[in-house]
């Protein structure tokens, strides 16, 4: 006979187990460690002296246990290292989409929405009169039946142009888009972590991506002293260097990577909280860190253009107050005509996720 089992209610827990409970915090920990397990369990360990995350019942040693059982940890014996999975690094990018994103419903399918109106996937709710050039397949009888009964009466039933009605549908836009991470030394200068934030929303935008927009396509690029593409799955391990900002390298690099792509919607992200500091002369580096050098800046300024000819916004965010770098960024965007946003950390995920999303409701021409 079955029956009904209650349990104390937690309201913090919102019904999820004690393993859950814990593998959401050692995601969170494994992100800020850059994929560093024996750090992460440390804090894991420490957090649970002051704030009794286990019990008698279950306690850490359990968790590590079902860490292994369920995949999420694998374990070399010769060498007694304990690295994380695949599995984990999928997880993490999902807690960070949940975290960053909110209660985000799956479409049936990967598009990004325009307003333009034409042969498309999508039914548009609302229709219009039959204009010349509309097709056949285009013509929603039921709403054509109806408007020719009430215009002509059901006992000399007969339609005409006027009762017929268009049904549309709305085009669907792929989009290219590539994300640029600026890991140069600032990003974790003055005490305050910059690149925990930036590699969250990376991880978020590619889950949303792969979720919601399977058709779409995100190149994920670092820039220091230089810049080089990294896959999805590298981003948990991702660390700021000794590096300046070569935001040069990184823009040629993104324009390169979006050159291959056929859709023809592509757009840069662009995540920085510095002046660009750095260009590569041949194998020589010129960097002045002092100010904004105009030499680095012109070269910035001149990628903005080609990006707006070949009809590539660039959207920066700046996670940074100074009022020069402020007007330096003001300068690009205008030159590019593309966006920028003034971000604080807490906000960066919400303003790219708003920004990707505004995509579904740019017409293509």
Request: net charge neutral; aromatic share 10%.
């Amino acid at each position: 006979m079955k029956g009904f089992h209650f349990t104390k209610f937690n309201a913090d827990s919102e019904g999820k187990s004690k393993f859950q409970q814990l593998l959401d915090l050692f995601m969170q920990l494994l992100t800020y460690t850059s994929g560093d397990v024996g750090e992460a369990m440390s804090w894991m360990n420490e957090l649970d002296k002051q704030y009794q995350l286990t019990n008698d019942e279950y306690g850490m040693g359990d968790f590590i246990d079902e860490l292994k059982e369920k995949g999420y940890l694998t374990e070399n014996n010769e060498q007694g290292e304990i690295k994380i999975t695949p599995k984990t690094e999928q997880a993490i990018r999902k807690s960070s989409l949940e975290e960053i994103f909110g209660k985000l419903k799956k479409a049936k399918q990967g598009n990004h929405q325009t307003f333009k109106p034409g042969q498309g996937d999508e039914i548009n709710p609302e229709t219009r009169q039959f204009q010349f050039g509309d097709t056949l397949d285009q013509i929603d009888f039921t709403e054509s039946i109806r408007n020719a009964q009430i215009n002509h009466g059901i006992d000399s039933f007969s339609m005409q142009e006027e009762d017929l009605s268009i049904r549309e549908t709305d085009f669907k836009a792929q989009t290219s888009t590539v994300l640029m991470i600026d890991i140069s030394h600032s990003m974790i200068l003055y005490g305050e972590d910059r690149i925990t934030p930036a590699k969250k929303v990376a991880m978020a935008l590619s889950e949303l991506i792969k979720t919601r927009y399977p058709k779409d396509t995100l190149d994920i690029v670092v820039f220091g002293n230089d810049a080089w593409p990294i896959e999805v799955k590298d981003l948990p391990y991702l660390q700021v260097g000794p590096y300046h900002t070569n935001t040069v390298a990184g823009l040629e690099l993104a324009m390169d990577l979006l050159r291959r792509r056929k859709n023809p919607n592509k757009q840069i992200f662009m995540i920085t909280d510095g002046k660009p500091t750095c260009l590569k002369i041949g194998k020589r580096y010129y960097k002045n860190s002092f100010g904004l050098d105009r030499k680095v800046v012109n070269r910035c300024i001149n990628l903005a253009a080609q990006c707006k000819k070949l009809k590539i916004p660039i959207t920066t965010f700046m996670i940074a107050t100074d009022p020069y770098l402020q007007k330096f960024v003001q300068e690009f965007t205008e030159m590019n005509n593309g966006k920028a946003f003034f971000a604080s950390l807490d906000k960066l995920g919400a303003f790219i996720f708003k920004d990707f999303e505004s995509g579904k409701r740019k017409t293509i021409y």
